[in-house]
Nanobody
Framework: QVQLVESGGGFVQPGGSLRLSCAAS????????MGWYRQAPGKQRELVAT???????NYPNSVKGRFTISRDNAKNTGYLQMNSLKPEDTAVYYC?????????????WGQGTQVTVSL
């Protein structure tokens, strides 16, 4: 069964750090690109970071320099290290695994983990 399970969310003060994990249910994960997205109340889901199956990462300007995405294919797990957190980073964070082969797309999502940044 294909499954992604996020963990590591919580409450942190501004300027603090959190590390999110995304555990995949099997080695299929190694063939997929991975991404982290977030959705704040009343807002659309937005991209936070992506990483290819071989480890090339990309970030939007809103988190560049503060967030780091990584993956350990031996453990079928992806990570999002978040530093210098701001209140506007508060959201539910989701991990995503995607693979595109010709006309076919496989796309899986985790259940989400809440991150709250506040005094």
């Amino acid at each position: 069964q294909v499954q992604l399970v996020e963990s590591g969310g919580g409450f942190v003060q501004p300027g603090g750090s959190l590390r999110l994990s995304c555990a995949a249910s099997g080695s299929w994960f190694t063939r997929f690109a991975m991404g982290w997205y977030r959705q704040a109340p009343g807002k659309q889901r937005e991209l936070v970071a992506t990483i290819t199956s071989s480890g090339t990462a990309n970030y939007p300007n809103s988190v560049k320099g503060r967030f780091t995405i990584s993956r350990d294919n031996a453990k079928n797990t992806g990570y999002l290290q978040m530093n210098s957190l701001k209140p506007e980073d508060t959201a539910v964070y989701y991990c995503n695994a995607v693979r595109i082969a010709g006309p076919f797309k496989e796309d899986y999502w985790g259940q989400g983990t809440q991150v709250t940044v506040s005094l």
